[in-house]
């Protein structure tokens, strides 16, 4: 049996007992007869079975369809008509269980009956059920008030990562390098490579306070990153964007920059060992994919922060989470499909 199981099945014994043992505290009269003390025993141990568990399931229903976080005045009344109204129907069906099993008197499925029956089980349990609707609110504000201050982190946060990329010094140093040489050799070359690099720093730019963009536009922004690449790594780096159709889909802007970004820093990048880099789209993800041939000083920590910043980015803006497939042979990141307006 599971651990979360046997914990249930113990809590509802305890339940059951301390059910059974308040037979001795409202029903004085039943101390003198034995065999009507455990009948009522009885009665009141399922009675307390059936409030207190079945309490705790529509709270848990009603968690699921309405939650405090979007309106905590609906949850409320909710809460209390759902408990009352399962309440009364539960001290029926059991008074009528009793009624048909031992007999009992028919007036037991009176409303008076109902009341000098039911009526300590009914108060200790909705004592109980108001406590615990109480520390339920109680504790979902808190948690509620504790993840948006860690969203705010995580935004700042990969604000300020998207800030870092912006002045990138080595990407930035290589470029120039790259067009430094271009300059000698090739001056239409030369103004297209130009032309690109604004692009790149124009778009980091423009969407450095934005939460998602459209996927065409980030599509846009990297065939500029990668020509930029081509050129220094020539035939050694192909990037194959296989995405058809991208109306209508978001993504975390430079998402799609840092994987390629990751994939050309820790794999080698050359003629005779070329990287292949593909881009594509499998179901509601879009991955990217390269073969793998790590550095010999592969910086996997750096490798490891910066997929942890995109996974706490897509953590904030879908309920998917980031996969990563990794089998020796080539390593690829799917990235949720992000459809919503933000």
Aim: net charge neutral; with cysteine; hydrophobic share 45%.
């Amino acid at each position: 049996m599971k651990e979360s199981s046997r914990k249930y099945l113990l809590g509802t014994l305890m339940i059951a007992g301390i059910g059974f043992l308040a037979t001795g505290v409202y029903c004085t009269s039943c101390w003198s007869e034995p065999k009507h003390f455990l009948t009522v025993g009885i009665y009141s141990a399922f009675m307390w079975i059936l409030l207190w568990r079945g309490n705790e399931a529509v709270s848990d229903r009603l968690d699921q369809k309405v939650t405090w976080a979007q309106n905590p005045a609906r949850r409320l009344i909710f809460g209390l008509l759902g408990h009352m109204v399962y309440t009364v129907v539960a001290m029926f069906l059991i008074n009528y269980a009793f009624y048909l099993i031992y007999g009992w008197n028919q007036d037991i499925l009176t409303m008076e009956g109902l009341m000098n029956y039911s009526i300590p089980a009914v108060i200790i349990t909705f004592i109980i059920a108001s406590f615990a609707t109480a520390q339920t609110f109680f504790l979902k504000w808190r948690e509620l008030a504790i993840e948006k201050e860690r969203m705010e982190k995580e935004i700042i946060n990969s604000k300020y990562e998207v800030l870092k990329n912006q002045v990138n010094p080595h990407f930035l140093f290589n470029s120039l390098n790259v067009l430094t040489s271009l300059v000698y050799k090739d001056a239409d070359l030369s103004a297209a490579y130009i032309k690109k690099l604004s692009n790149v720093y124009r778009y980091v730019l423009d969407v450095r306070d934005r939460e998602v963009v459209d996927l065409k536009e980030e599509l846009a922004f990297i065939d500029s990153y990668t020509f930029l690449l081509k050129i220094r790594h020539s035939d050694g780096l192909h990037v194959d964007n296989q995405l058809g159709d991208t109306n209508g889909v978001k993504i975390a802007p430079l998402s799609l920059q840092m994987l390629v970004e990751n994939a050309v820093k820790h794999n080698v990048v050359s003629e005779h060992e070329p990287l292949t880099i593909d881009i594509g789209r499998e179901g509601d993800f879009i991955y990217v994919k390269n073969n793998l041939q790590r550095k010999s000083n592969n910086q996997s920590k750096m490798l490891k922060v910066g997929l942890e910043n995109i996974t706490e980015r897509y953590r904030i803006l879908s309920d998917r989470a980031v996969e990563i497939e990794d089998d020796g042979s080539f390593f690829k990141v799917k990235l949720p499909v992000l459809k919503m307006e933000r």
